[in-house]
């Protein structure tokens, strides 16, 4: 039986975007701008988020289903698709390997790689068990029972965790971070060929130079066939590994803020920098090397300032 959606994300042309506003607007909803959208709009329980970057409808809420089945599919996109994914997409059913990461923006915590199998069957699981991007959700409760989910499915996977402590010497050596981020793609592609040999292709999400991935494969990787592509987590198994990778990042973040004592926020914002502040007060500056990425400007901010008021 699948399960409710709790979010749903739909790829939209410009000239979609623009007449999903209009129908939205005839239909009551009410719109608030925020960052990095065109748009956001509400009624009764049920958000619609539309996104410059793609662009992408981001629906979250109550009645999803009906909103994809009797406004989106009809009056904006054209077609029914939702349920018909094995019609419109086979190759989302196909055997394959899907790769995606966490943690590569956020200035506290691992790089996380994470990869799933799936076939099939298992692509029919995870999908009905509500598994989509992990950037869709905003709840860590959801990233952790849909993870809990991929791993009751017996889909192979694996998870490469790189800590700061590791990430800071690797990038250093490397000097680039797409080199890094191929690297942990390419362990956990060798590491997935191991589980499944007879898997055919992995994807992953588009690479700034696929080069640098394929370079990067190992004996076993070589010899199934790389595809890349932008919009990759519309696939169940990159999406399943999204959600698996980040929710290794969250726990790594929660278990190191409980050790420090200092709650490390995600990304690199104000409140990141202020809690670096704190970790290098309580810790000294070598405590970023074991929390942070410390190639980020971040680093040098904070310890610049740590020193001005050590002087000061």
Known sequence: MPQPLHSHTAPLTPAQAALLRDVLAGDGYDFEEKPYMLFSARKNKLTIAVYAKGPKAVIQGKGIEDFIAFVLEPRVL????????????????????????????????????????????????????????????????????????????????????????????????????????????????????????????????????????ERSLMEKGRKIRLDQRTKAESDFAVAAASILAREKFIGWLESAGQES????????????????????????????????????????????AARQEKTS
């Not at 060929?193 to 292709?201: I, L, V």
């Not at 409140?271 to 007060?281: D, G």
């Open 261 to 304: 004592g200092v709650k490390l926020p995600r990304g690199a914002s104000a409140a990141v920098k202020a809690a670096a502040a704190e970790l290098i007060a309580k810790h000294g500056p070598s405590a970023l090397e074991t929390h942070a990425k410390t190639h980020f400007k971040t680093a040098a901010e904070v310890l610049a």
């Open 78 to 213: 054209g077609e029914a698709k939702l349920g018909y994914e094995e019609v419109h997409s086979p190759e989302l059913f196909a055997p394959h390997f899907g790769v995606d990461e966490s943690g590569k923006g956020d200035f506290f915590g691992p790089l996380v790689v994470a990869g799933v199998y799936v076939d099939g069957a298992l692509a029919v699981t995870l999908r009905d068990a509500g598994v989509r991007d992990s950037k869709a959700i905003g709840s860590d409760k959801r990233i952790r029972e849909l993870a809990d989910a991929i791993r009751k499915s017996r889909a192979p996977h694996s998870i490469v965790t790189v800590a700061p402590p590791r990430y800071n010497e690797l990038y250093r050596k490397m000097g680039n971070l797409n080199r890094l981020l191929a690297w942990g793609h390419a362990r956990v592609i060798e590491n997935l060929c191991e589980a499944r040999p007879d898997c055919p292709s992995a994807l992953s999400d588009k690479f700034a130079d696929a080069r640098v991935l």
